[in-house]
């Protein structure tokens, strides 16, 4: 059974602090690893997808990167704009289903 | 961008009654679609996974009679929550696949809708 685990549950930020959000996963056969931004009341929002070790991808202050058992989000001078809650999902080789984390919820004070 | 719409945003209702949920994709053709449940601080959590012209696949604990899922066309699925009672309130939010879509983006996911049982 695929297993998704993200940690800190929350974290708040003054504005330009950096830091990092965790996603451990247990998976068979990882077929991609998504990051999803979600704001209250809204569905979530697709950030980046990545595949293999060594991995990274980068959108404005987000860099993502994959391990063979986490990945992290690193978050650079972060702006009010970016709290949200971030979520993980892992898609295995079987289907096209998700497994998705609890979330991490940012806040980044001004 | 592949766009899912969701509807209704929020109901509130009485015990009892039965509510319905759609969920359509607006600029592509949506084979298999996906039905979740949000609790507060928790996952999404998958409920069923909906197949055009088929029925749909329910998840381990899911009751198939509460929550009946229609796919009759390529791009709307309906949730229906039959005599809703307080313990079903929660975020429902549906997603589809693109089959010809990027494939960076196995769902694309509606703004959830929001159902508060009286």
């Known amino acids: 059974e695929d297993q998704v685990t993200q940690s800190p549950e929350a974290l708040r930020l003054q504005e330009g602090e950096s830091s990092s959000l965790n996603c451990s996963y247990t998976v068979s056969g990882l077929r991609g690893l998504f990051w999803y931004r979600q704001d209250p009341g809204k569905g979530p929002e697709f950030l980046f997808t990545?595949?293999?070790a060594g991995e990274e991808k980068e959108k404005e202050r987000l860099k993502a990167t994959l391990t063979k058992k986490e990945s992290f989000l690193h978050i650079t001078a972060p702006k009010p704009e970016d709290s949200a809650t971030y979520l993980c999902a892992v898609r295995d080789s079987w289907s096209y289903q998700l497994t998705f984390g609890k979330g991490t919820k940012l806040s980044v004070i001004p | 961008g592949a766009v899912v719409s969701q509807h209704p945003s929020r109901v509130i209702c009485k015990s009892g009654t039965s509510v319905k949920i759609e969920c359509r994709s607006l600029d592509f053709q949506a084979t298999t679609m996906f039905w979740y449940r949000q609790f507060p601080k928790k996952s999404l959590m998958l409920m069923a996974t909906?197949?055009?012209?088929?029925?749909?696949?329910?998840e381990q604990g899911v009751e198939k009679d509460k929550f009946l899922i229609n796919h009759a066309s390529l791009t709307l699925s309906t949730l229906t929550v039959t005599s809703a009672h307080p313990e079903d309130s929660s975020f429902y939010i549906c997603?589809?696949?693109?089959?010809?879509?990027?494939?960076?983006?196995?769902?694309?996911f509606g703004d959830g809708t929001r159902l508060s049982i009286l």
């Open positions: 990545l595949y293999s």
């Open positions: 997603s589809a696949r693109d089959p010809q879509g990027d494939s960076n983006q196995p769902q694309h």
């Open positions: 909906s197949n055009e012209g088929s029925k749909a696949t329910y």
